[in-house]
């Protein structure tokens, strides 16, 4: 069955620290690959998205992502984060010909200590 | 706030019981999706329905169905419930039914099954 795994339950950092999220899917097809933030009290929003073309994509709030088709990882990433990060973030994956449906990673918490 | 509302926010209900989850999509926004939050699950993709007419369809229980009115809001029919439905049940729409076309979250609907 297809899947995504994001490997850090829940991530600790200081302000200006580096973040890398990892995120892996097993499914060898086409996909569409997406990261969600979901920050407290408020609706999941989009981070950004992949779909074809240069494998590193960049997001809002100084957020990037690189697709490296050969790992099936979507790494999230940012160089320095802020307390405003505080969130938690979700990997998706769509797979090609199953209409919307986006398959989900267990989501990861950032805490981000001012 | 994305522009998808979903009524109510909380719902508090019996097992065996029946309730009815309601989401109004963004304006001009055709595609409906529900997803199903749990602690064990992780988000789960239930279904998608596309100008009134469904599009695909996940793990969605046979206790479950939905459906998508002309007027393009959706509701999600939970019969029969289990202490185990306890669960944030979240609606998202997009323009189309495109897999690359952004879901725009709504703010969940919070389901506890006593």
């Known amino acids: 069955a297809q899947s995504v795994s994001q490997h850090n339950h829940h991530v600790i950092l200081s302000e200006a620290a580096s973040l890398e999220l990892g995120c892996n899917y097993s499914?060898?097809?086409?996909?569409?690959l997406f990261w969600y933030v979901q920050y407290p009290g408020q609706h999941l929003q989009l981070l950004l998205k992949?779909?074809?073309?240069?494998?590193l994509v960049k997001g809002i709030k100084g957020f990037e992502a690189e697709f490296i088709k050969s790992k099936f990882s979507f790494n999230l990433r940012k160089p320095s984060v802020q307390w405003s990060d505080t969130a938690e973030y979700f990997c998706?994956?769509?797979?090609?010909?199953?209409?919307?449906?986006?398959?989900f990673g267990q989501g990861t918490e950032l805490s981000v200590k001012p | 706030d994305s522009g998808v509302t979903q009524t109510p926010k909380h719902l508090i209900t019996a097992t065996g019981q029946r309730v009815t989850l309601r989401c109004s999509p963004r304006?001009?926004?055709?595609?409906v999706y529900w997803y199903q939050q749990s602690l064990d699950q992780g988000l789960q993709f239930l279904i998608q329905?596309?100008?009134?007419?469904?599009?695909a369809k996940g793990n969605i229980l046979e206790r479950f169905s939905a459906q998508q009115f002309p007027d393009l809001h959706s509701e999600l029919n939970l019969s029969s419930l289990e202490l185990g439905d306890s669960a944030l049940y979240f609606c998202?729409?997009?323009?189309?039914?495109?897999?690359?076309?952004?879901?725009?979250f709504g703010p969940g609907t919070r389901l506890l099954v006593l």
């Open positions: 998202a729409s997009s323009v189309d039914p495109d897999p690359q076309e952004t879901q725009y």
């Open positions: 499914y060898g097809g086409t996909v569409n």
């Open positions: 992949y779909f074809s073309g240069d494998p």
């Open positions: 998706a994956v769509n797979v090609y010909n199953q209409g919307g449906k986006l398959i």
């Open positions: 304006s001009g926004d055709l595609s």
């Open positions: 329905y596309y100008n009134g007419e469904e599009r």
